[in-house]
């Protein structure tokens, strides 16, 4: 789909764009709509990411608890003291 500049009908190849490269002129609120659009897609991205990153940081953590058990013999120790 291409956006059509109102003014001198070039084609508008940002829809994020405000104005027309072309001939400055502002372009339709319908243009920006499509932009916010993009953005918020965008966005949802980002965030699917960064919970794929936190799962993945989980695993991780779990998998150091699993190799290094050392805390819970140091909680013995302690135990054993007092
Ligand atoms: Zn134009």
Redesign the pocket.
């Known amino acids: 789909m291409e956006l059509?500049?109102?003014?001198?009908?070039?084609i508008?190849y940002s829809r994020r764009a405000d104005?027309?490269?072309?001939?400055?002129?502002p372009?339709p609120e319908s243009f920006h709509f499509h932009g916010d659009q993009a953005e918020k897609i965008e966005t949802e991205l980002e965030h699917a990411r960064h919970d794929l990153q936190a799962v993945s940081d989980d695993r991780a953590a779990v998998r150091e608890g699993l190799d290094t058990p050392d805390s819970l013999f140091l909680e013995d120790a302690t135990d054993d003291m007092q």
Do not use: A, D, F, T
């Open positions: 059509h500049c109102p003014e001198c009908n070039s508008v104005i027309c490269g072309i001939c400055g002129k372009l």
